[in-house]
């Protein structure tokens, strides 16, 4: 019965934990959409949900103008409708040119005066196909390595911490495509690019800092000194020892300790 109810508890208590708070998914998804912010309170949070907010208001409205100034413009051309929709059902669109403008569409290819203008088109048309391709052709020839990258990556930081910068890289690749220049967005491409110097930097001002405070602790070492006077100094003086006697002015015109300090002679006290 005991065990049971432990069992319970601990499920209980583990489901709980594994519950996340309205603020704890707010913050997720910040995070995904900001990974390099820092947010230290409650009106930091707030204040980048708001920012998000007018943002994606901001792109929908843009996306219900282009749909409304597409429906107005469709409706005052119900031959161009047609057209769009026989295209969207996948028909010919060839057919559905003459389908839907008729003898009209055959005279504007047949008339003299639209050559330049076909001829210009024609070549635009050749020019987007080419590009179109190659760009096809470089995505196919690299996404093998970048797979490879995505592993290597997911090894060293997780899958989760590598699709999140993924997402952030689309982010800001849509970003760039409509324009939209943040000043969080520059700020990390510029600390990115700088990382290494400044690591570098930094390293090197440790050094320079370390060696400075071992020739600092050097200088207070030969300063301080052991107790004994330098032998090539002048003004060193010695104190006479016990078996020493005071020699006078002898002693006095030495300045670098009495004679027998000097020349270390054993001598015998004179009493």
Request: net charge negative; proline share 3%; hydrophobic share 30%.
């Amino acid at each position: 019965m005991n065990e049971n109810v432990n069992t319970e508890q601990n499920a209980g208590a583990a489901k709980q934990q594994d519950t996340k708070t309205k603020k704890d998914l707010a913050l997720e998804r910040l995070k995904v959409r900001h990974p390099d912010t820092e947010y230290a309170d409650d009106e930091s949070i707030y204040g980048a949900i708001n920012d998000d907010y007018d943002a994606d208001q901001k792109a929908l409205q843009g996306y219900k103008d282009n749909e409304k100034a597409m429906g107005e413009w469709l409706g005052s051309d119900p031959e161009a409708a047609a057209f769009l929709q026989a295209m969207k059902a996948g028909k010919s669109p060839y057919a559905e040119l003459i389908r839907t403008h008729g003898e009209d569409a055959i005279d504007y290819y047949s008339d003299p005066d639209n050559a330049d203008e076909i001829a210009a088109a024609q070549s635009e048309f050749l020019k987007n196909a080419a590009n179109g391709k190659k760009l096809q052709e470089e995505y196919d020839k690299n996404m093998p390595s970048s797979y490879e990258v995505f592993d290597k990556l997911e090894e060293k930081y997780g899958e989760e911490a590598v699709n999140e910068a993924i997402d952030q890289c689309f982010q800001t690749m849509r970003n760039v495509v409509t324009g939209k220049f943040t000043e969080e967005m520059i700020t990390a491409f510029i600390k990115a690019k700088n990382h290494d110097t400044d690591v570098a930097d930094a390293a090197h001002e440790g050094e320079v800092r370390g060696k400075n405070s071992k020739h600092v602790k050097n200088l207070e070492l030969r300063k301080k000194g052991d107790g004994t006077a330098e032998l090539d100094s002048a003004n060193a003086e010695t104190k006479p020892t016990d078996n020493q006697p005071d020699l006078g002015a002898l002693d006095r015109a030495s300045r670098r300790g009495n004679i027998w300090q000097r020349g270390h002679e054993k001598r015998t006290r004179i009493r």
